[in-house]
C-alpha cells in the first residue's frame, strides 16, 4: 500500500466581497467571473493529476470552486463545516476600513498579533486550527496514501500550513500571499512532511491581484 498522501490545499476564486474588501467569515458571496476563471485555470493545471478524495468547506464559494476543479472525476465533494472561514463575528459584513476603524486594537491583533485577536461573536486562530486540523487528520488518516483536494478559505490555509512548517500562529501572515484559487501541495508519510508548493499561482493566465 502507497504510504504518501498527498494534499491539494487550495483557497477559494476570487468572490464578490473580496472585490468590495468584505469581510466574509461564515458569510458568503458568490464567485466573481475571474474567480470562476481561476478555478478553471487550476482544474487545467491539475486535468492529469489523480484526486481521489475531494472535501470543500460548506461556503459556497468553496463548493463552487471543487466543483470547477474537479471536472468530469467521478468523485464526490464532501462538505465539511471544519473547513469553513474564521467566524468573524461583529466583522461580517463590513469593509476592511470599516472594521479598522470601528475596533482599531483587534484589527491591528488580527494582522499583527494573532494569536490574540477576538472580536465579539468571533473565532480565535487557534480554533480554527483545531477543528481543521482535526477534521483534515481524520480524513488523512482514513484515505492514506490517496491523493486529496481540500478547498477552503484564506485563514484556514494559513492556519494548516503554518502547522505543517511548524510556524508560530503570529507569524502566519509572513508570506506567501494566499491568492484566490492559489496552490499549497503538501506530501506526508512515515518519515514526514514535505511541502511541493505553497501559494502557487503558477497556473495563472492573468497577473494576480491581492483579492
Same mark, same amino acid.
Request: charged share 25%; with cysteine; glycine share 4%.
Given at each position: 500500500?502507497? !504510504? ?9 476564486? /476570487? ?12 458569510? +458568503?458571496?458568490?464567485?466573481? =467571473?475571474?474567480? %470562476?476563471?481561476? =478555478?478553471?485555470?487550476?482544474?487545467? =493545471? ?19 470552486? &471543487?466543483?470547477? %476543479?474537479?471536472? #468530469? ?7 465539511? #463545516?471544519?473547513?469553513?472561514? %474564521? ?7 463590513? $469593509? /476592511?476600513?470599516? &472594521?479598522?476603524? #470601528?475596533?482599531?486594537? =483587534? ?6 498579533? *494573532? +494569536? ?9 486562530f487557534n480554533e480554527v486550527l483545531t477543528r481543521a486540523h482535526s477534521k483534515?487528520? /481524520?480524513?488523512? $488518516?482514513?484515505?492514506?496514501?490517496? !491523493? %486529496? ?6 485563514v484556514v490555509v494559513k492556519v494548516l500550513m503554518a502547522y505543517f512548517e ?13 491568492h484566490p484559487a492559489c496552490l499549497c501541495k503538501v506530501e506526508i508519510d *512515515? ?19 491581492? #483579492?
Amino acid at each position: 500500500m502507497n !504510504s504518501k498522501t498527498t494534499l491539494y490545499l487550495v483557497r477559494h476564486g /476570487q468572490t464578490e466581497w473580496n472585490v468590495l474588501h468584505k469581510m466574509q467569515g461564515h458569510q +458568503d458571496s458568490s464567485l466573481t =467571473a475571474l474567480g %470562476i476563471k481561476q =478555478a478553471q485555470w487550476l482544474s487545467d =493545471a491539475l486535468k492529469d493529476m489523480q484526486i481521489e478524495v475531494i472535501c470543500s468547506s460548506t461556503s459556497l464559494r468553496a463548493r463552487n470552486t &471543487a466543483e470547477i %476543479i474537479r471536472r #468530469d472525476r467521478k468523485v464526490e465533494i464532501e462538505e465539511c #463545516d471544519e473547513f469553513r472561514e %474564521i467566524n468573524l463575528g461583529v466583522w461580517e459584513g463590513k $469593509t /476592511q476600513s470599516e &472594521a479598522k476603524e #470601528d475596533y482599531p486594537e =483587534a484589527f491591528d491583533q488580527f494582522w499583527n498579533r *494573532p +494569536d490574540n485577536f477576538l472580536v465579539e461573536g468571533s473565532e480565535t486562530f487557534n480554533e480554527v486550527l483545531t477543528r481543521a486540523h482535526s477534521k483534515l487528520k /481524520q480524513i488523512m $488518516t482514513s484515505n492514506q496514501g490517496k !491523493s %486529496i483536494l481540500l478547498v477552503t478559505h484564506t485563514v484556514v490555509v494559513k492556519v494548516l500550513m503554518a502547522y505543517f512548517e511548524g510556524r508560530p500562529m503570529n507569524e502566519i501572515w509572513n508570506p506567501p500571499y494566499i491568492h484566490p484559487a492559489c496552490l499549497c501541495k503538501v506530501e506526508i508519510d *512515515p518519515s514526514g512532511v514535505n511541502i511541493i508548493l505553497h501559494g502557487d499561482t503558477s497556473h495563472y493566465q492573468e497577473k494576480p491581484s491581492m #483579492d
